[in-house]
């Protein structure tokens, strides 16, 4: 079955560093996206991809970095610099705007 | 003015009823709209799109369209406790590859 796989499910960060979460798709789709949920909130977009090997920043983008070497992958990094991480992130791939989203099923990072 | 707006709720309606759900948009160059629905801890969920004026009925679902008073609503017939969830609103800019979520509606249907 195509879908998009994050991985892990939960993630717990110490202060002073860096984590990676994993985003992978099986759908043939060109275009992929970072988003950050906190509680009683709504989607705030991070990054966006629409072709490999380029990415572009979204609305919070401080504090995250990302790759595209593969149509497939898109891992989010989020470094020391973002004060105030914990929150649930979301990947979410597209044909093209005309199809809507698929989401994965999410990772909650927590600073402990 | 948020770039789409929609009522927070709590929307509570009786099992069997119909669900009305609201949302205004400012981008005027919108040409996709999508609802999705996501239930408490997951993910969302692509449930319904439009992309002209006017009704679209998918199942109990209808979603309706109107771009010159730019309007898009989600009716919920024949409303169901498993519809209990929250309703984001996303309109799309045409060529843009990015979509913009509403803050959601919270519908909670009473058994």
């Known amino acids: 079955d195509g879908g998009i796989t994050q991985s892990p499910k939960y993630l717990f960060r110490k202060e002073g560093q860096n984590v990676t979460l994993s985003c992978e798709q099986n759908l043939n789709h060109d275009a992929m996206y970072w988003y950050r949920q906190d509680p009683g909130q709504g989607l705030r977009l991070i990054y966006y991809s629409q072709i490999v090997n380029d990415f572009q920043k979204g609305d919070i983008a401080e504090g995250y970095s990302v790759s595209r070497e593969k149509k497939e992958s898109f891992p989010l990094t989020v470094t020391s610099a973002q004060k105030n991480p914990t929150a649930f992130y979301l990947c979410?791939?597209?044909?093209?705007?005309?199809?809507?989203?698929?989401f994965g099923s999410g990772t909650r990072l927590t600073v402990v | 003015q948020k770039e789409v707006e929609q009522n927070s709720g709590p929307l509570s309606v009786p099992e069997g009823a119909i669900a009305s759900l609201n949302c205004t948009y400012s981008d005027r160059v919108s040409q996709s709209f999508f609802w999705y629905r996501q239930y408490s801890g997951k993910s969302p969920e692509l449930i319904m799109s439009i992309y002209s004026n006017g009704d679209k009925e998918d199942g109990r679902f209808t979603a309706q369209l109107n771009k010159a008073s730019q309007y898009v609503s989600l009716l919920i017939r024949d409303s169901q406790p498993s519809d209990s969830a929250t309703y984001l609103c996303?309109?799309?800019?045409?060529?843009?590859?990015?979509?913009?979520f509403g803050a959601g509606t919270r519908l909670f249907v009473k058994a």
């Open positions: 996303a309109p799309s800019r045409a060529g843009g590859f990015k979509t913009i």
């Open positions: 979410a791939s597209s044909k093209s705007e005309m199809y809507g989203y698929t």
